[in-house]
């Protein structure tokens, strides 16, 4: 399986909405382990000055991961997710994530390179709130980044 | 209480924590955050993808190792920007039904950078797992009063 180099400079366009719940905050701030009452208590979080629970930094991820998915999952990309490890994350807050958000994703291929017999790819996710205005009108929230190294035989 | 920024040196310590992770812990990662690769949570799947046995998600080890960072900060939305390389894999062992630990993540931080400009600072986190740096150029930047 050799992974498509017409990759590089793809996007992938804003898909299904990701509804951010109450729980969702909760159980995902508990799998990290985190404490902090922000995550848990929506009178903590408003003492903060926030409007509703605070999702922890990494809590992204599930939105970006998901966006990733349309690439990795798309046959024409050549990528055996099974041979898939996670070389590098970053997470850029243009503003927190709350409870009650509804956010898209963009997603963008910005690098492909040949390692060995593999490639590491670098993907984009430009996550948005959609605004009462609807789809039209959105604000920024996230921007992340993400390197892939998809194993070739033998690595 | 929020560290005030002016109150902050370069290399000062915000202190370390201990994170006990098991397998249950890594199924529970994988529901609440969607990423079911079975590498995260069955043995034969992962020495068979040549991996030495089962091994925590790297956003699992991301994710908690900033724990000190929020915590510190006192407002998880302080963290602006948070970045890391996964340079080795976490490997956890299966304890199940015993009290014991399957890995152990060590998590220490540091300022790393002030900048008085836009009133934030950069701590760097050292994270270890079996005596080996599991991430590498782990950096959060923190919006502080």
Avoid: C
């Amino acid at each position: 399986m050799t992974i498509n180099p017409d990759l590089q400079g793809r996007s992938y366009p804003a898909a299904e909405v990701y509804d951010v719940g109450r729980e969702k905050i909760r159980e995902f701030a508990r799998a990290v382990k985190a404490t902090h009452p922000a995550h848990f208590d929506v009178e903590a979080a408003k003492a903060l000055g926030h409007t509703d629970l605070v999702a922890p930094p990494t809590f992204a991820i599930i939105i970006a991961q998901r966006a990733d998915a349309q690439l990795i999952e798309d046959p024409d990309a050549g990528i055996d997710f099974s041979r898939v490890v996670h070389a590098d994350q970053r997470f850029i807050h243009h503003r927190p994530i709350f409870a009650g958000d509804r956010l898209v994703a963009e997603l963008h291929v910005d690098g492909v390179r040949a390692m060995g017999g593999g490639a590491m790819i670098t993907t984009r996710a430009e996550i948005f709130a959609l605004t009462d205005g609807g789809n039209e009108s959105r604000e920024s929230v996230a921007t992340t980044t993400s390197s892939i190294l998809v194993r070739g035989e033998g690595q | 209480m929020s560290p005030s920024f002016h109150e902050l040196t370069a290399g000062q310590d915000i202190g370390s924590r201990t994170i006990e992770v098991t397998r249950t812990d890594l199924v529970k990662y994988a529901g609440a955050s969607g990423d079911f690769n079975p590498i995260h949570w069955n043995e034969a799947f992962a020495t068979g993808v040549e991996l030495p046995g089962v091994i925590a998600h790297g956003m699992f080890t991301m994710g908690a190792a900033v724990q000190l960072v929020t915590d510190w900060a006192s407002d998880p939305a302080a963290v602006v920007d948070f970045q890391t390389r996964f340079t080795k894999p976490v490997l956890v062992t299966d304890t199940t039904g015993t009290l014991e630990p399957g890995a152990t993540i060590e998590v220490s931080g540091a300022i790393g950078k002030l900048d008085a400009d836009s009133g934030t600072a950069r701590v760097d986190l050292t994270v270890v797992a079996a005596g080996q740096k599991v991430l590498m150029k782990a950096q959060a930047v923190v919006r502080l009063s």
